[in-house]
Structure formats: C-alpha cells, structure tokens
C-alpha cells in the first residue's frame, strides 16, 4: 500500500541553524501539507501547497519557513534559522484530489530538536 | 472560526471497560470527521473517518463513532477496553472546501487499568 514516507526520523540541530525536512508523497497525490505538533500538545497546521505553491499558511508559518517541490516526488520543509521553539514533531501529509472525500494521508513525522 | 473540542484532556477506566471520548467541534457546514490515535513518539494512526451516510461509523481495533449534527458532536467509543488502547486520541475536522485542511482537537489521553 502506498503511504507517506519522511527522512530523517530524528534530527537535531543548533539555534540558528537551517534545516529541511524532507518527505516523499504518495506518487500521484497533488495537495501537500505540513503540520506540527509539539511535544504534549495538539497537531497544528503549518501550510498547504498545491500546484506548485502555497494555497494556505497558518501564522505559525512566518519568514523562517519555506516550502518546496523540487522534483516529481520530493516535498521539502525548511525552516532558515532554527529557535528552540521550532522543536516539535512535524507531519507531512498529501492529499489526491480535492474531489468529495478529503482524506490525508500522514507520514511518520520528523522529530526536530533544537539545541 | 472552526474548532474542534475534546473536553476531557485525560481519562482512566479499567481494562474492560467501555469507553467513550467526546469532540465537540465547530464548522460552517458538516465537515469531514476523523479519530487518530497516537503512541507516545509514534505517528498518528487513523482509527476511522466520517464523510457522510450512516452516522455510525466503524473503525479500526473495535472503535466506533457516531456523528450527532445536532450535537455538533463525534464521539468515540469502545465497548470493552485493552491494556493496549492506551494512548493519546485526537478528534480532527477535515475542510469540506478551500484546501481541506484539518483542525484537530487537543487531545484525550487514555490511560488503562489493569
């Protein structure tokens, strides 16, 4: 079955440093999504990326945060320089068509800690 | 604005048990529904999902939820509960337009008796 893959699993980092979170959608998806969730508390929504850019991003998601499609497959997250803050686990998830039925599928998620 | 609640932030029963964790949410129209739940540093599994038709939606590992308009609600519940349903829960509604994003709720953390 096809599912969302995301590398690393864990990253760590030092304030200040830029990161990027990488993620693989499912092959013929065409909607992709980030979400965080730092630790103990709700999943939150970053942004939403459709035809090769944002359709949608939360206040959280300010200058420090970039997204991008690079190739066919490839969904990137980075974050320019990272805060102590930033550490959380972050989701990606895509989506097929915007069709009746919205249903995401979620990859395992990229725990960040900065340090 | 949408929102979705879950109004017991931890909930303890007995293993055997029957269960049922509460989401309230708000939302212009109804929504698409979702339970996942969550192992602590694990991904989130999704346990069932609402779009619409029956109310009464079936899931994965016994759980089941029923959609209430009325009530603004999509309660999860489990007739009897194993040491292994502990855990942390997340109530999520899926946009119906725009870009479907989800909301979810803040979570419901299960703890198990033995």
């Known amino acids: 079955e096809p599912e969302v893959t995301q590398t690393p699993s864990h990253q760590v980092t030092q304030m200040g440093q830029e990161v990027i979170l990488r993620c693989v959608p499912i092959?013929?998806?065409?909607?992709f999504y980030w979400y965080r969730q730092i630790l103990g508390q709700k999943v939150e929504f970053l942004v939403s990326?459709?035809?090769?850019?944002?359709?949608?991003k939360s206040e959280i998601f300010d200058d420090q945060f970039s997204v991008e499609r690079p190739d066919g497959s490839n969904f990137t997250l980075k974050i320019r320089s990272t805060k102590l803050e930033d550490s959380a686990m972050y989701f990606c998830?895509?989506?097929?068509?915007?069709?009746?039925?919205?249903?995401?599928?979620f990859g395992p998620g990229t725990r960040l800690t900065v340090l | 604005a949408q929102s979705v609640t879950q109004p017991d932030i931890h909930i303890t029963v007995s293993e055997g048990a029957s269960l049922e964790l509460r989401c309230n949410y708000s939302?212009?129209?109804?929504?698409?529904l979702f339970w996942y739940v969550q192992s602590p540093g694990q991904g989130l599994q999704l346990l069932l999902k609402?779009?619409?038709?029956?109310?009464l939606v079936q899931g994965i590992k016994g759980f089941e939820a029923e959609f209430k308009r009325s009530q603004s609600s999509f309660n999860l519940r489990k007739p009897s509960v194993h040491w292994s349903d502990a855990a942390e829960y997340f109530c999520?509604?899926?946009?119906?337009?725009?870009?479907?994003?989800?909301?979810f709720g803040t979570g419901t953390r299960l703890k198990v008796l033995a």
């Open positions: 998830a895509s989506r097929l068509t915007s069709g009746n039925r919205n249903e995401q599928f």
């Open positions: 990326f459709y035809n090769n850019e944002i359709s949608e």
């Open positions: 609402y779009f619409s038709g029956d109310t």
């Open positions: 999520a509604v899926g946009a119906t337009s725009g870009t479907y994003k989800y909301i």
């Open positions: 092959s013929n998806h065409l909607y």
């Open positions: 939302y212009g129209a109804t929504p698409y």
